[in-house]
Nanobody
Framework: QVQLVESGGGLVQAGGSLRLSCVAS????????MGWFRQAPGKEREFVAAISWTGGTIRYADSVKGRFTISRDNAKTTVYLQMDSLKPEDTAVYYC?????????????????WGQGTQVTVSS
């Protein structure tokens, strides 16, 4: 089992920045690929970014490329999502996920464990 706890969400004006953190506990964190997803009201959960367990492979959704940065610190069992130049359409609940696959995937089914989510609201 892996437990994931997100933090860092909040209310920010358009153009601002937030940094989300996800702390993992349980099984060996460094063996898991980590991903961030988001879900806005009335919409399906969508992929945001993912990083391999070594940090050597990173993927981003086209909608956040160039604005968001995913990173991880295996010693702290933490994955981060730095979000810059935020837009109102980034408003959603953001979820951290851990996957045991060696492949860094954008598909939710590829992740075994999920956090409870943290709300990000971007005002115009």
């Amino acid at each position: 089992q892996v437990q994931l706890v997100e933090s860092g969400g909040g209310l920010v004006q358009a153009g601002g920045s937030l940094r989300l953190s996800c702390v993992a506990s349980g099984r060996t964190f460094s063996r898991y690929a980590m991903g961030w997803f988001r879900q806005a009201p009335g919409k399906e959960r969508e992929f945001v970014a993912a990083i391999s367990w070594t940090g050597g492979t990173i993927r981003y959704a086209d909608s956040v490329k160039g604005r968001f940065t995913i990173s991880r610190d295996n010693a702290k069992t933490t994955v981060y999502l730095q979000m810059d130049s935020l837009k109102p359409e980034d408003t959603a609940v953001y979820y951290c996920a851990a996957g045991s696959s060696a492949v860094v995937t954008s598909i939710p089914a590829g992740y075994n464990y999920w956090g409870q989510g943290t709300q990000v609201t971007v005002s115009s």
